[in-house]
């Protein structure tokens, strides 16, 4: 039931970066009357673990795609590197 519940509330992201920032909580205790679940509390600690394991997760790999674009950007010139030029004419 906890991933059912987890799974109705909405996203949200953190505008100008896209980073996922977690569930929209405001909506939890109606979904708990509507569904007829018996204990709250518990199914609140799980949606929550899940929460936070879904956060770490999704950190983790915009980490590495940020790493990895940093590395074909370095690889590729466009970091690190500078020309000069000597253009006479």
Do not use: P
Request: hydrophobic share 35%; proline share 0%.
């Amino acid at each position: 039931m906890a991933f059912f519940l987890f799974d109705l509330l909405s996203d949200v992201w953190e505008g100008m970066s896209g980073t996922y920032m977690g569930k929209d909580w405001s909506h939890c205790y109606q979904l708990f009357e509507i569904w007829e679940v018996e204990d709250q509390k518990i199914t609140m600690y799980f949606m929550k673990m899940y929460e936070r394991l879904l956060v770490n997760y999704r950190h983790d790999r915009a980490d590495e795609k940020r790493k990895a674009d940093k590395r074909r950007k370095k690889s590729s010139g466009g970091e690190g590197k500078s020309f000069t030029h000597n253009v006479q004419g």
